[in-house]
Structure formats: C-alpha cells, structure tokens
T-cell receptor
Framework: DVKVTQSSRYLVKRTGEKVFLECVQD?????MFWYRQDPGLGLRLIYF???????EKGDIPEGYSVSREKKERFSLILESASTNQTSMYLC?????????????FGPGTRLTVT | SQQGEEDPQALSIQEGENATMNCSYK?????LQWYRQNSGRGLVHLIL?????REKHSGRLRVTLDTSKKSSSLLITASRAADTASYFC????????????????FGKGTHLIIQP
C-alpha cells in the first residue's frame, strides 16, 4: 500500500514563526503536491513538484515556499506564519506522466497560528 | 477559481437508501475523479472516469460523466453509516501542467450523512 505520512497531525505556532511541514511518501512517486483545505473553499493547490529540486506554483503560493531535496520528501515552509494561514494542510503524491493516475493523500496537518 | 462544483453541499439520508451527488465543471477535461474524506482525515481515491467513458462502476459506486453538459454524478447504493464523509470531485487542470505533474482541481465537496 502506498503510504504518505505527514510530520504532525496538529501544530500550533505563533505569528511570525517559521514553520516546516514535512511530507514523506514510500512509493517512489515523482509528483508531490501541497494543498490547503478551508471550510467553504475546498482544497486549493499551493505548490507541486514533478521531480527532485523541481517545483511549480499552484493557485495560492503567496506566503509559502517548498523544498524537495530527496524524491520521497516534500516540505512546505511558511516563512513567517500569519493567522490567515491557519488551515488544514494536505500532502499528496502520484505517479508521473498523466492525470489519469490517482493522488495518494497523507492524513493532513491541522495548523493553528495564534 | 474552482473547476468542479459539487451539489448538494450537504445531504442526509437513511441507511439503506441511495445517495446521489453531482459535480459540474467549466473547461474540457481528460478525466474526472471522485475522492472521499472522512472527518479530519486525508482524501481517499474512489474512482476515475475518462472523458471518453459515460459510466463506470466500482462495488456500490456508480459514476456517470456527461461531457456535453460538463457534469458528473456519483451514486452510492444501499448506503451504510460508514459512508458518512465528504465527497469531492476533481478534474485535471491544464494550468497546473508542469514537467508531467498534472495537478487536480477539486470542488468544495458534498457532505454526506447516513442516519442509522
């Protein structure tokens, strides 16, 4: 079974802190994604990566950066956390090549910024 | 902007009844996927239907796709309490194509409650 794990289920940070959210997948998937999920807004794509050291902006990249130094790990970085970044963050991975493959999701990290 | 929009936003039915959720989208697609999310958890893939398919079945799930109307429906037959979850449709979004990593655009979801 594909497994996508996220470093924390719940996280509480203060405004202005630098926050790292880690995601690891064990199926050698080339593509990895970060989404945030907010009530009434659904899932919105923040960043994605199609290979090591490669990244592309999604719908809402402002205030975020990402790092993919190893194939299995994709990190989301909040450079200076703000209260409007309080949200559920979901990581996903998939096989490269086409959209006709499912995305596998991690359990999510619920981040609260106070 | 959202590509897929589910309807209804919320649905409550009795156990054993059938549940139908609809999804509408705006631009042409290669395929459409449905995902389920249990409360506070990650999403789980249910089924994928390609643009040249009209109907697909998987266990108690039946998905239809009408590309002329840009809409899809998900039918869950003989519902069970464990089907209580949020259901999302997702379409491939051309604007996210980068190096072969084609992203998905998700709708806002239908929250389904199965009453015992």
């Amino acid at each position: 079974d594909v497994k996508v794990t996220q470093s924390s289920r719940y996280l509480v940070k203060r405004t202005g802190e630098k926050v790292f959210l880690e995601c690891v997948q064990d199926m050698d998937h080339e593509n990895m994604f970060w989404y945030r999920q907010d009530p009434g807004l659904g899932l919105r794509l923040i960043y994605f990566s199609y290979d090591v050291k490669m990244k592309e902006k999604g719908d809402i990249p402002e205030g975020y950066s990402v790092s993919r130094e190893k194939k299995e790990r994709f990190s989301l970085i909040l450079e200076s956390a703000s209260t409007n970044q309080t949200s559920m963050y979901l990581c996903a991975s998939k096989i490269a090549g086409a959209t006709a493959y499912e995305q596998y999701f991690g359990p999510g990290t619920r981040l609260t910024v106070t | 902007s959202q590509q897929g929009e589910e309807d209804p936003q919320a649905l409550s039915i009795q156990e054993g009844e059938n549940a139908t959720m609809n999804c509408s989208y705006k631009t042409s697609i290669n395929n459409l996927q449905w995902y389920r999310q249990n409360s506070g958890r990650g999403l789980v893939h249910l089924i994928l239907i390609r643009s040249n398919e009209r109907e697909k079945h998987s266990g108690r799930l039946r998905v239809t796709l009408d590309t002329s109307k840009k809409s899809s429906s998900l039918l869950i037959t003989a519902s069970r309490a464990a089907d209580t979850a949020s259901y999302f449709c997702a379409t491939d979004a051309n604007m996210y194509s980068g190096g072969g990593a084609d992203g998905l655009t998700f709708g806002k979801g239908t929250h389904l409650i199965i009453q015992p």
